[in-house]
């Protein structure tokens, strides 16, 4: 099993729809959990952070945690088609490591 | 404020040539992360320093690859020889120490190297 495990897609929606992009993680003592966009070519982009349980909103972004299930997910709201770009999961445990998934490729179709 | 350097962007060489990255981090962060990055996969940590001190290298090839941060800012990753298996992306990452849980990696742009 994967510590970090996401769905390699690729996951096409249409502009404007919600995107919803999914993470599970085996390391039940992970603290923090990141969420990166990478576009073709280039470096991750932070777009998110999350500690505690819950929902996390920033702008059309919202990063859901639940401990319990081990599940992190990404929510975009109003997809555009510059946010086709490969998502990164990552999540940090009790080694401070920040181990990433393999990325979940969105495709915004207009 | 100046992001995460690194140079070059590109690289290609011979297999069995040596090949050296630069990275130069973010002002103020003593925390540096090197990072293997293949096709289609995410980053995987080669090795982290925290001021000059490499304090994760668990997962550096050590027969091929070597780091160095001198003074603890700047920062060189080596690979003497290159094989074929090792055309990737190389990136750079920093972040402020002591932040525990929200300690936020940035990265840099990358150095794609081509072995041939």
């Known amino acids: 099993q994967k510590e970090v495990e996401q769905n390699s897609g690729p996951l096409s929606v249409p502009e404007g729809a919600i995107a919803s992009l999914n993470c599970t993680y085996s390391?039940?003592?992970?603290?923090?959990f990141f969420w990166y966009r990478q576009y073709s070519g280039k470096s991750p982009e932070l777009i998110m952070f999350?500690?505690?349980?819950g929902d996390k909103e920033d702008g059309r972004f919202t990063a859901q945690l639940n401990k319990a299930s081990q599940y992190v997910s990404l929510l975009i709201r109003d997809s555009q088609p510059s946010d086709s770009a490969t998502y990164l999961c990552a999540v940090r445990g009790g080694t401070d490591k920040l181990i990433f998934g393999t990325g979940t490729r969105l495709q915004v179709f207009p | 404020e100046a992001g995460v350097v690194q140079s070059p962007r590109y690289k290609i060489i011979e297999k069995k040539q040596p090949v050296a990255f630069w990275c130069n981090p973010i002002?103020?962060?003593?925390?540096l992360y090197w990072y293997l990055q293949n096709l289609g996969q995410g980053p995987e940590l080669l090795i982290r320093?925290?001021?000059?001190?490499?304090?994760?290298d668990s997962q550096l090839p050590k027969d091929r690859f070597s780091a160095e941060r001198l003074k603890g800012v700047d920062s060189t990753l080596k690979i003497q020889p290159a094989e074929l298996g090792d055309s990737a992306v190389y990136l750079c990452?920093?972040?402020?120490?002591?932040?525990?849980?929200?300690?936020?990696?940035?990265f840099g742009a990358g150095t794609r190297l081509s072995v041939l």
């Open positions: 999350i500690y505690s349980n």
């Open positions: 002002s103020g962060h003593n925390t």
């Open positions: 320093y925290e001021n000059e001190e490499a304090v994760d």
């Open positions: 390391d039940r003592g992970s603290q923090s």
């Open positions: 990452a920093s972040s402020l120490a002591g932040q525990g849980a929200q300690n936020i990696q940035y």
